[in-house]
């Protein structure tokens, strides 16, 4: 019923602890962490949902 513990997961947190203390808070994280809002998200304005669909609207290459 219930999952036994792994006994490699003392060595893998504290790999993780390592690697958050050289490069920065929250660097590693578990994936079942993923799920909440993080600070990378893009900060620019919403576009229009039509912005593909308007030729008008798609940026020229020169």
Known sequence: MFATA????P????AMDNLNN??????V???SQ????RSFDTKR???NLAWTTRIGEI???K
């Open 6 to 9: 792994d006994p490699k997961a």
């Open 11 to 14: 060595a893998l947190f504290a």
């Open 45 to 47: 304005a919403p576009k």
């Open 29 to 31: 994280i578990l994936a």
């Open 22 to 27: 050289r490069f920065a808070r929250n660097s």
């Open 59 to 61: 940026p020229e290459a």
């Open 34 to 37: 993923c799920c909440e809002v």
